[in-house]
């Protein structure tokens, strides 16, 4: 599809985004439809039967979980590509834009719906380098390129230990389907490599999903356009780390370090997220914190590992998904209109953008838990799960009602600043009435808030699904209810407790923002992006400093280092092998042609070594060449002496060419260099000689040469076997050598363009 | 200074040669020949096309930059490595169908690949060393 992007939007002009969305919108129909159709216990299993290796299959894997990321993806993903085809309209290179996140779409529903192992480890690196190029998308932006490959590095690491994990699961379980493991019932936590395969686990969920102490690349992503933030935080990306912890959850979940790590880690990052998006001025950044401290909040859930918590997660992840594109997208409307993201500067928006603000306010209600919104339904379910564990509570709770405070809080603060007049702050300008932007722009937001507020009054919809999802991820058959109302508990108490403590906050944020704001300039002494950009620094340039040594750019040295390394090595292993040198039973009757063609061809060696002129040593050489092919043609190789012959012809024709406008030839090298060189020469000669007189007595193998002569006819229904050699039984090493052919002539184009360019410029 | 004769030599020489080319190319399989000989044949027709005629007209001549020629070589085989995946197979097992009485397959498609690159590659380290050289121009 995303391949298909660049020609779209040629085709469709303005309206690509729009057209591209009716396409997320089917599949989002498509999974709807399975989504009432999926019965409690069993999952859809969908064989392409493409392979890429015999291991590895392209089957996708429909289940309660894969379903509820899928829809999320898709729908929010055409949201997203209605929305940007108004904001992107002014960008630059917006065919790019949509291949990429059609690409990085597409990547994302690969990696949901995989069923092997390997296949999910291949979408989830297509992830990384596709938001590679969506967060890098203004290049042109020094910071911009910075977060871009900071966040490459950081995911493409953790997609590294993913693919170590990937391949120890699959040897451990003899098979890389998820669905095949799932049917052994196989669980390996007592399994001697159970901690390396936890700590590659752990490290790759780390990266991608933005854990402490690798958070810090997702605040710097918020470079990328707003349409782009609004899909890498809701739905992909990010959460494909969720979606990693949740599949293997029946596989190496519940065991003692999963759940010490996953908490502590989750816990971390909860409250460090929540409590750095209060320092923040910019709304992106804002949001930017708050992500990663529902992102911890998710980890957290997911290694409390009881099925109360599991089902809160879930749940809150559509919530946060529903949320926090909306409001993504909600901030960018108003940069769009007002030209400002800064809280300081925006005032009174609730008049002017009525349904902007309307539909933010929606969104804020659902990010601080308040009801009708499913938000609400989600905090109730987390606290329940935090209350039922009674081992972890005592740290889970008060973290826990500490970040929800302060989101409370900061969604207070948002609805305050922007939407209200407070006093003393001027109202800003809007470029254009809200009600002449274009629908589409606006729908994205709306649509997430009111399915919030729908989820949120009707949660019934969702249990069939969670109780499938939940039946895979821990086994058993659970009776899921959902409801808005769970009466008057200790669960409800603590809600209650937040919002007042939230509101309590949010009144003396003067205080406490300068007090976060003292703690935060502290902190960042050890700004942790600055860190991680100086080791990388250190890490090139230690790396320089060994190329440098290693690769000193003569080439005459480089040869002489290779020839005489060679020349020892090949020289020792024969001086051990035993056996005959010359093949005194088998010399067959010397053809006097064939000593002739040798003759000439030694005589123009010689010829080319003694000469004066450049151009004569060419052409001698090329007469040797000649008369190699011309052996070649007596002992029937036909398509190597064409090709020799040819070869020789095209060099000499450019040697020439070349050797043209040479200054004339002069000896600088002295004497002793030059017999020096002589000597390496000879002895390279000689060791081939030597190599393959040897080489005739030596079968290590049966020669393959028989299977090919047999066959070429037979399997490649040709009777040149060079040729079915080269395009069919060979076909990889042909094509391994074109692309190095093609890499070359890149390499000769620049070399030689590159000169060109300076020559014009002086 | 225009060799009139040289320059119709020139020309006929190169399209003698491609016609020779694609001969080889297609016969390839059963007799001596094959997509690189090929390519080197038809670059050596441009090769004295651009030795009479300079860089700039062989340019002209196959009016999409070589770089191009060369980037379509590749995907020809890379397409032609990815075909039998559809068909639930390891990627470059031979497909083989007949055309008449003559057999068609994917290796066609490869060796094509091979030819379009190897050609395109010749030209453009041609044309490139032609025009540091600052050769008829």
Known sequence: MGFLAPFLRKLLKSYTGRIMALFPFGLFAVLSYLFFLLPDETAHLVDTGLKLLPEISLSFRFDGLSLIFGLMVSGIGGLVLGYSSFYMAHYSGRSKFYFFLVLFMGSMLGLVFADNLIAFFIFWELTSITSFFLIGFEHENEKTRQAALQALLLTAFGGLCLLFAVIMIGNMAGTYSLTNIYQQGFRFGAHSNYYLVFVLIFVAVATKSAQFPFHFWLPGAMHAPTPVSAYLHSATMVNAGIFLLLRLNPIMGGTIIWKTIFVITGGITMFIGAFYSMGQKDLKRILAFTTISALGTMVLLIGMNSTASIQAALIFFIVHGLYKGGLFMMTGIIDKNTGTRDIARLAGLLKKMPVTSIAAILSLLSMSGIPPMLGFIGKELIYDAKIQMPELSWLVIPLGVASNMIMVAISLLIFYEIFLQPKGKQTVALKQPEKTLPGNFLAGPVTLALVGLTLGLFPGWLENIMSNALYFIQGEIVDVHLSLWHGFNKVLILSIFTVAMGIVIFLFRKPIGSLVQVIIRWTDQYYLPERFNQLIKNYLHLAGRQTNRIQHGYHRYYLITFFTITFALVMYQLATLKGDWIPIYETSPIKWHVVMVLTFSMLAVLFAVFTRSRISAIIALGVLGYGISILYMFYGAVDLAITQFLVETVIMVIFVMVIYHLPLFATLSSTKTRIRDGLIAIGVGVMVAFLLLKARFINLEPPISDYFAQNSLLKGHGRNIVNVILVDFRALDTLGEITVLALAAAGVFTLLRLDINRKDKH | ?137
């Open chain 2, 1 to 137: 200074m225009r060799n009139l004769i040289l320059e119709k030599i020139a020309t006929l020489f190169l399209y003698v040669m491609i016609g020779f080319a694609l001969f080889l190319l297609l016969r390839g399989h059963n007799s001596p020949g094959g997509g690189f000989i090929a390519g080197i044949l038809a670059a050596s027709g441009f090769l004295m096309y651009a030795i009479v005629f300079g860089s700039e007209a062989v340019l002209k001549k196959i009016v999409v930059n070589p770089r191009y020629i060369i980037g379509t070589g590749l995907l020809l085989s890379l397409i032609s490595a990815i075909i039998p995946i559809f068909w639930g197979l390891p990627p470059m097992t031979a497909i083989w169908g007949t055309l008449g009485k003559i057999h068609v397959g994917t290796p066609l498609l490869f060796d094509t690949g091979v030819f379009v690159l190897v050609t395109g590659m010749i030209i453009s380290i041609i044309t490139n060393i032609m025009d540091v050289l600052k050769w008829n121009s």
